[in-house]
Structure formats: C-alpha cells, structure tokens
C-alpha cells in the first residue's frame, strides 16, 4: 500500500509565499510521477502542477504559471511545491498524488493524500 502526506499548509497574506511537501511511500525501480492538484469550497478538483519521475518534465494550470514551481526533493518520492504571488483565488486544500505514469488529469493517479489547507487572506 502506497501512502502519500502532505505537509506544509497555512494561512498567508496575499502576495506572500507558502511551500508545501509531500512524501510517497513504497518501492519502485524509477520513482514515482508526483502531482498536485487543488479544491476550493463548490468547486471540482483542479490540475495544479506535475513532475515526471525523473524530474525532467514539470507541466503546470494555466492560473499558476510563472508563480509556482514543483520540484523534486532531495529524497526519492518526494516532491516540493513552492507557491510564490498568492493571492485569494488560491485558497484551497491543496492534494498531493502519486502514479507509476501520472499526468495533468487527476484520474491518472492512484494514490493520495489527505490534503493540506492553503489560506490566502487579502
């Protein structure tokens, strides 16, 4: 059984910066894809950013790029997300999930966290 935490949610001021991280348990020969994606309150889960594997391939939501950046941690199946320019509209629990194969769609993942709150007040 894969496990997947998340940590590193909170509340900030618009404008301010939050870094999440998320670690995926289990054996695998390449690693996993890790993603992250997002829900605010009425509204469906949305794609925020995604890494391969390798880390080689990173893709992102259309409303973060250029303010957030995922990348790998220093450990295997780990993932860092840093969220840079915040504003309200990104207040969300924000989950982190894990694939052999992953992609931008969050039913191309197998497993998931719990979720972490992401508060952005103005």
């Known amino acids: 059984q894969v496990q997947v935490v998340e940590s590193g949610g909170g509340a900030v001021q618009a404008g301010g910066s939050l870094r999440l991280s998320c670690v995926a348990s289990g054996r695998t020969l390449n690693g996993y894809a890790m993603g992250w994606f997002r829900q605010a309150p009425g509204k469906e889960r949305e794609f925020v950013a995604a890494?391969?594997?390798?880390?080689?391939?990173?893709y992102y939501g259309d409303v973060v790029k250029g303010r957030f950046t995922i990348s790998k941690g220093n450990l295997k199946n780990t993932v860092v997300l840093q969220m840079n320019s915040l504003n309200p509209e990104d207040t969300a629990v924000y989950y982190c999930?894990?694939?052999?194969?992953?992609?931008?769609?969050?039913?191309?993942?197998?497993?998931w966290g719990q979720g972490t709150q992401v508060t952005v007040n103005s």
């Open positions: 999930a894990a694939d052999l194969v992953g992609g931008v769609n969050h039913g191309d993942y197998d497993y």
């Open positions: 890494i391969s594997p390798s880390g080689g391939r990173t």
